[in-house]
């Protein structure tokens, strides 16, 4: 009888041993496009991405979980200020600020961009006036046109993927597109290889730098955290980036 509650006992401090070495999991609100590698691809139910492996490292690391919850861009945008996710990636202070208005929110540098607008060939170094139609990705804003779009000189059309937005500005159905141009670059070199690419980058016509950020209502400390895996673990991440080439 001794020897069963030993071993009772003994099963029952294992087991609470267990759950307190369990890893704690934390949601991170992500993006649902298809094509936006290197940084992200949501296909198949499944995320991955030059993003996903460098939280994935950071959370092996520290003895985290992520559990990647995938939205479209502006669902996740609302469900993250509402504080019904832990995460955001990618996000920026920058970004949809009247809806961050009042909340107090960390963030940690991570990827770099660029936003601009892909013409085709014939229109690179046209005046800005030559926009009329702007694409973009459902879900983006493109801050660098407010002024044009306030005043009415730009119109928006906001499309569902990428490979549809490619494709009406290829059949002349838009001026332009704005976009991440790093994401194009990777389609049209790795996804849509073709002889001769049928857009361009113009670089003389108003874009956006700046970082795509971790960001967190919920966890400052992780935050200050992850900015410190950054800094500690550069090869690391600048291999990442060589396999994902970004």
């Known amino acids: 009888m001794q020897k069963f509650i030993r071993s009772f006992a003994l099963g029952i401090s294992c087991g609470v041993t267990q759950l307190a070495l369990a ?21 198949h139910g499944e995320y991955r991405g030059l993003g996903r492996a460098i939280l994935d490292a950071f959370a092996d690391k520290y003895g985290y979980v992520f559990r990647y919850i995938v939205y479209p861009l502006k669902r996740r945008d609302m469900q993250f200020v509402a504080g019904n996710l832990d995460f955001a990636f990618p996000d920026n202070p920058n970004w949809i600020t009247d809806q ?17 607008v892909l013409v085709r060939p014939d229109d690179v170094g046209k005046p800005i006036s030559h926009i009329k139609t702007l694409g973009l990705p459902l879900g983006f804003t493109p801050y660098p046109y407010s002024s044009y ?29 704005y976009m991440n141009t790093r994401v194009a670059q990777y389609y049209w070199s790795h996804i849509h290889r073709r002889g001769e690419v049928p857009v361009r980058y113009d670089a003389s ?26 800094v500690e673990n550069k090869t690391m991440i600048e291999n990442l980036k060589k396999q994902y080439q970004f």
């Open 23 to 43: 890893a704690p999991v934390y949601t991170v609100g992500v993006q649902d496009y298809e094509n936006y590698l290197p940084y992200s691809e949501y296909k």
């Open 149 to 177: 779009i306030e005043s009415g000189a730009i119109k928006l059309e906001p499309t569902s993927t990428y490979d549809k937005l490619y494709q009406k500005l290829v059949l002349k159905r838009l001026d332009g597109a």
């Open 205 to 230: 016509l108003p874009h956006a730098t700046g970082y795509h950020f971790l960001s967190s209502i919920k966890y400052p400390a992780m935050i200050e955290e992850f900015k410190k895996f950054m």
């Open 100 to 116: 961050k208005k009042g909340v107090k929110i960390s963030y940690a540098p991570m990827l770099d961009f660029t936003d601009g």
